[in-house]
């Protein structure tokens, strides 16, 4: 099983970039109140059949040639469920997929959240010809990024340039740290 959350989101981004997502929407909510984190992973690929979806989390169906199992989503829904969350999967053939992983936040089962900053730099960094839009909220604090308003400011300056590649990072972590204040998710 992967050890935070955020590779989990890796994982499934990854999949919406192969399935020819042009937008990526990724949001991660943390409800103190409620005591429950939820993230969402969004896009407008090619989406799944009623049958891809019921299979796709079984550990030994996969779309990729490398490899015959695939353990991304079944480890994901795994660990949503053990933390007493659940997990869903609505996707549509020529519309896209969204996967939906709800954690319970303070359960002792729940991976912690792990590097998001990371993760979605990595993303944005790597993945140019697609357009990811970050949400992170906890409670009623949050902040947002998305490349498509980054591209009508920057032009076609690629993201991986190094100072845009740390202004994104910075970005992403100042913006983390401000939303958290002070708590650990």
Known sequence: MMPEISLNVLDVAENSTRAQA???????KADTA???LT????????GMTKEQVESVTDPFFTTRKTR?????VPFFKLAAELSGGSFKIESEPGKGTTVTAVFGLSNVDRMPL???PSTIHTLVTMHEDTDFVYTFSVDD??????TAQMREILGDVSFAVPEI??????????NEKEVLNGITI
């Open 114 to 116: 792990g590097d998001m």
């Open 34 to 36: 409620a005591d429950i």
């Open 141 to 146: 604090r949050s902040f947002e990024l998305d």
């Open 165 to 174: 590649s740390a202004y994104i990072r910075d970005y992403l972590i100042e």
């Open 68 to 72: 015959r199992v695939g353990l991304g």
């Open 39 to 46: 993230v969402v992973i969004e896009d407008n690929g090619c």
């Open 22 to 28: 042009t937008v990526v929407a990724i949001s991660v």
